[in-house]
């Protein structure tokens, strides 16, 4: 069982940045990744970046690309979601997620294990 838990959630202003964190426990990683998701009031789940702790790649949705930036603590186990130039339409409760790299359409992620959530809010 792998438990993840999100940090550092807020306001921010347009133009502004935030950074999530997710901390990971309960196993170890060597095959597994670690991405973030979103889900703004009255929409669907959005992909929004994935890291694959073999070997460090990532993949970014293309509403975040540019802006948005994953990396981690290896020792932690940790993940970061650094953003910025931060719009309106960023605001959502983001999710960590972990497990198998699982390679879909459109994207890469993990889905098997999900953190609770962290608002972000961006005003205009």
């Known amino acids: 069982q792998v438990q993840l838990v999100e940090s550092g959630g807020g306001l921010v202003q347009a133009g502004g940045s935030l950074k999530l964190s997710c901390a990971a426990s309960?196993?170890?990683?060597?095959?597994?990744?670690m991405g973030w998701f979103r889900q703004a009031p009255g929409k669907e789940r959005e992909f929004v970046t994935t890291?694959?702790?073999?070997?460090?790649?990532?993949y970014y949705g293309d509403s975040v690309k540019g802006r948005f930036t994953i990396s981690r603590d290896n020792a932690k186990i940790t993940v970061y979601l650094q953003m910025n130039n931060l719009k309106p339409e960023d605001t959502a409760v983001y999710y960590c997620a972990a497990g198998p790299l699982r390679i879909y359409r459109d994207y890469a992620a993990p889905n098997d294990y999900w953190g609770q959530g962290t608002q972000v809010t961006v005003s205009s």
């Open positions: 309960g196993r170890t990683f060597g095959n597994y990744a």
């Open positions: 890291l694959s702790w073999s070997d460090g790649r990532t």
